[in-house]
């Protein structure tokens, strides 16, 4: 054996060591992988006869129909709220133009049911008549329709109706004599001699920008819950009284000498101490977070004022 010879053969020894045969490692993984095919094939026909097994009677749908699919894109205090807006422009059309109402003949019935009640209670006064026609707004659907208020043909509701509606929306305060009287001349009429409380006189003002709002939403929502689309007298109208009702109600509070902000009162230390103190003792593990958060949110509320202050 010449020198090439045996550097050839010990080339070739070295690669027999390096990577030896692979025959045992192949054979060993294809019956594993048939093993696992014919165990996936047995799990797919065992799931197949158990899913034939099962009927629709046994299976609960939780999907959903098409109408609460659609009704979930507004949620359910929101949708409670239009109902009662929409309630209180039902409860005006019936006193005032009944022929705009479809169903008319059951909120007579409720009314009725109504009248034989005793209740110191306004609301209450309207107990049955309320809840008929939250049953009515709650069959409106996209695909029949049935809305409680005719929305097109001669007797539909139109701008008018809706703005004489929140024209009715007020409230009665007490204000300074000097002032009602200056506000009144500058109308051309004079506040009656009627004292309220403390020496002043009542008189009717605007309510706040989002009571017109709610019903501008309320109508809105009637519209679209039963697919249809607002008229342009109804909407341009409705948007053209939501701004001159801001505008009127602020020059009104500022004439009387009312307050013109709107909201919520900011909360007082005594109302934080309590709320801080009940979650502190509650075994409740959502007041956990609760009470660091509020910790937290007053600590950073005072901060931001020290430096406002200095």
Not at 176 to 186: C, E, F, G, S, W
Not at 211 to 231: D, H, K, M, N, P
Request: glycine fraction near 6%; charge should be positive; hydrophobic fraction near 40%.
């Amino acid at each position: 054996m010449t020198r090439r010879t045996r550097a050839a053969a010990a080339a070739d020894a070295a690669f027999a060591a390096a990577f030896p045969d692979p025959i045992t490692t192949e054979d060993t993984s294809n019956t594993a992988a048939d093993t696992q095919e014919v165990t996936t094939q047995e799990a797919a026909g065992s799931a197949a006869s158990e899913e034939e097994s099962v009927s629709d009677e046994d299976i609960h749908d939780f999907t959903g129909t098409v109408q609460s699919i659609e009704d979930s894109h507004i949620v359910t205090n929101t949708r409670l709220t239009y109902y009662r807006t929409l309630s209180d422009v039902m409860i005006y059309l019936f006193t005032n133009s009944n022929r705009k109402l479809v169903f008319i003949r059951k909120l007579r019935a409720a009314k009725k049911m109504d009248d034989a009640r005793e209740t110191e209670k306004q609301r209450e006064a309207k107990k049955y008549f309320r809840a008929e026609c939250v049953v009515q707004l709650k069959r409106m659907n996209r695909v029949e329709g049935n809305p409680p208020i005719h929305l097109s043909g001669k007797n539909a509701i139109n701008y008018e109706d809706i703005a004489k509606y929140m024209g009715t929306k007020r409230k009665i305060v007490d204000v300074d004599p000097d002032l009602a009287n200056r506000l009144a001349a500058t109308e051309g009429a004079a506040v009656l001699n009627r004292a309220g409380g403390r020496g002043k006189v009542k008189v009717a003002v605007r309510l706040s920008d989002s009571s017109y709002s709610a019903v501008q939403s309320g109508i809105s929502f009637l519209y679209r819950q039963c697919g249809l689309e607002r008229t342009t007298e109804i909407k341009e109208g409705l948007a053209l009284y939501c701004k001159g009702s801001k505008r009127k109600g602020r020059q009104l509070k500022q004439d009387l000498g009312l307050a013109i902000s709107e909201g919520k009162k900011p909360m007082s230390r005594e109302v934080f101490s309590f709320l801080a103190k009940k979650m502190f003792v509650s075994k409740k593990k959502e007041h956990i977070f609760s009470h660091l958060f509020l910790l937290l949110d007053w600590c950073v509320l005072f901060l931001f004022i020290y430096f406002l202050r200095n």
